[in-house]
């Protein structure tokens, strides 16, 4: 190995460097942060030239084909045993729509909590997004749909429901990933020119229990919750068949001031409890014991014919102020039972090395890009004009 | 150490005090601290005979520590002033200096030989001045022949094989003052009666056309820098 580790300069053009080495053999190098001078000599790095491209060609080739792959081998990872949900994210604009998220931030199931919610999905394919990602698509497509209006108010409630436990650690991590949906929300609606009022919310596990089985989204059950508690008559069969601006903003003009209520809110079990009565009064049905416990049980309850009189108010969801479909279905829609227990399976596993970096939020670019270079040889010292001193 | 190490890797991790890529460092380079010193000195060094190699090799331990990345100047020219300047101060205190200095470097002195002690770094600097335009001569006559040192890097034999049997075609041209003659006036390979001398096939001889061309020019030229680089690699650690 003692050849052509030295080479002296003859050529410079910027910071390419064409080298003539005592083996007699030409090279021509880049170096991106040295300047020789001609006829200094310099270290070079080894030559890989034999395997150096082959192993390029190789490595892009199976980098492009893992990429290509890749959707292909999430659709087949998708039925195996799923990354298990961490959080559930409800968002309410008046569609209302429900995501679990996975460990990696990432939406493993979407299910509509309303009809327009599951309108809102079906044109949409969340699935292994980030929830961030996931956020921003749902928003703009809320207002390409005519959900919000340019220079109408509107509102969001995003809320953030740990999947199991409500420590505060979970409790604060939730906050930090509702913070940041909003942010992504409201840069969106920002763009839109909507002045849309975009809250978060963390709550427990257990309101998102009752708040289904009283046929709301955990982020709407939230908000009847403060209503309740601020002393608005809100009926839970308001909520299900309207969105959350034209709901409030009938009962009280002050409503931006009860959503920051609702996200400063950290135990709503206990505003649960406190309300009591007023709560199962709300809610329009039987003693609430019920319904915390079976899922399917609540479906009766929370029907259309608990609700019969607010009826007349409106018949469908017409929050929404563009044109659009025909009178809504009221109630909050379907919910299979297997789909909310079953959060569709995801590529769970383990992370290859090209996922942990898109999980990381490199580009695909950046990304084949590392791998190129970790090819390349490392740049050389730095060489310049002959330093007489020596030193 | 993996034999495929980047010498400017090892370089870094011999400075931080890894004792393993510093001998390693000091292996590989030893023909470049024989060239350095043979050259300083005027005459050809063996290893493991002449002080002078010990010198070089100590001198070159020392560059090591001295180098300072990013301060502008190459490992390997601050490598060489070191060598030189340990050279004269050995030969200083040995009192043999005006011996053992080469003619080259004698020649440079008398211009301004005020103080040929002290003149050593002064001499590498006209020596690095001599290099460049040495280079720029070749490079121009190179031209001449329609070669451009980047047709060089593309035409390159990849072997090291095939690249000394090239270079052994090349002397041959340089040797025989008819070929040089040949290629001089028309700007060509002697094909023909190279393929008879030397033992490569004439198509291999087409394709390393270039190469030849300028190792020949290199040869026959005044290019004495350049005609003695190539080839220093061949100066193992052993060093016969």
């Known amino acids: ?391 | 150490m993996p034999p495929e190490a980047d010498p400017n890797q090892l370089l870094l991790q011999a400075k931080e005090g890894d004792p393993g890529a510093r001998e390693e460092l000091i292996h590989r380079f030893t023909p470049f601290i024989l060239a350095v010193t043979s050259r300083a000195t005027g005459r050809f060094i063996h290893l493991g005979e002449d002080d002078e190699a010990s010198i070089g090799l100590m001198a070159f331990n020392e560059a090591i520590d001295s180098f300072r990345p990013g301060r502008g100047s190459s490992f390997l020219t601050l490598a060489e002033t070191i060598i030189r300047r340990r050279l004269v101060d050995y030969f200083r205190r040995e009192g043999r200096h005006r011996r053992v200095l080469s003619l080259q470097v004698l020649e440079q002195e008398t211009a301004a030989a005020v103080d040929p002690l002290g003149g050593e770094e002064i001499n590498l600097v006209h020596e690095m001045a001599d290099r460049r335009r040495e280079i720029e001569r070749y490079r121009e006559e190179l031209a001449g022949f329609g070669i451009t040192l980047a047709d060089l890097v593309k035409g390159s034999p990849q072997h090291q094989d095939a690249r000394d049997r090239a270079l052994a075609a090349a002397r041959v041209v340089a040797a025989n003052p008819l070929l040089s003659q040949y290629l001089r006036e028309r700007k060509a390979l002697p094909l023909k009666a190279l393929e008879k001398s030397v033992a490569i096939s004439r198509k291999t001889l087409e394709r390393h056309r270039k190469y030849i061309i300028a190792a020949a020019v290199m040869l026959i030229g005044d290019y004495e820098y350049l005609a003695s680089y190539i080839g220093q690699n061949k100066r193992g650690g052993q060093d016969a």
């Open chain 1, 1 to 391: 190995m003692l050849n052509a580790e030295r080479g002296l300069v003859l050529e410079r053009k910027g910071n390419r460097v064409i080298v003539l080495t005592p083996a007699g053999e030409w090279r021509s190098l880049y170096l991106p942060d040295q300047s020789p001078a001609i006829g200094e000599e310099i270290m070079l790095p080894p030559v890989k030239r034999k395997p150096f491209w082959p192993a390029v060609a190789g490595a892009a080739a199976i980098i492009l084909l893992l990429i290509l792959a890749l959707p292909l081998a999430r659709r087949a990872v998708r039925p195996l045993p799923p990354g298990e949900p961490v959080y559930y994210v409800t968002v309410d604009i008046n569609p209302s729509v429900e995501l679990a998220v996975d460990n990696q931030e990432r939406v493993a199931s979407a299910r509509g909590l309303n009809s327009d919610g599951e309108k809102l999905l079906a044109s949409l394919a969340l699935k292994e997004e980030k929830i961030a990602t996931a956020i921003k698509l749902l928003t703009r497509e809320a207002v390409r749909q005519g959900y919000y209006l340019p220079d109408r108010e509107g509102a969001m409630v995003v809320a953030v429901i740990p999947a199991s436990g409500a420590e505060e650690k979970q409790l604060a991590a939730g906050n930090d990933l509702g913070q940041k949906l909003t942010r992504e929300a409201r840069d969106i609606l920002q763009q839109a020119r909507v002045p849309a009022v975009v809250e978060a919310a963390v709550v427990q596990p257990e309101i998102r229990q009752h708040a289904e089985a009283s046929g709301l989204s955990a982020g709407k059950y939230s908000l009847l919750l403060e209503a309740l508690d601020a002393g608005l008559p809100v009926t839970a069969a308001d909520l299900q068949k309207e969105g959350l601006t034209r709901v409030l903003g009938r009962l009280d003009g002050n409503w931006e001031q009860l959503l920051q209520k609702l996200q400063q809110d950290s135990d709503l079990l206990q505003k649960e409890k406190q309300l009591g009565a007023t709560l199962k009064k709300a809610l329009g049905q039987q003693p609430a014991a019920d319904n915390n416990r079976l899922g399917d049980n609540s479906n009766k309850g929370q029907g259309p014919t608990g609700n019969a009189g607010n009826k007349e108010k409106s018949p469908g969801n017409q929050d929404r102020p563009g044109p659009g479909q025909g009178p809504a279905d009221p109630g909050q829609g379907r919910r299979p039972a297997a789909a909310r227990n079953n959060p569709a399976a995801r590529g769970g596993g383990k992370a290859s090395p090209i996922r942990v970096l898109l999980e990381k939020g490199y580009t695909y670019q950046e990304i084949i890009k590392r791998y190129y270079n970790q090819e390349r040889p490392s740049g050389h010292l730095r060489l310049g004009p002959l330093n007489i001193a020596g030193e």
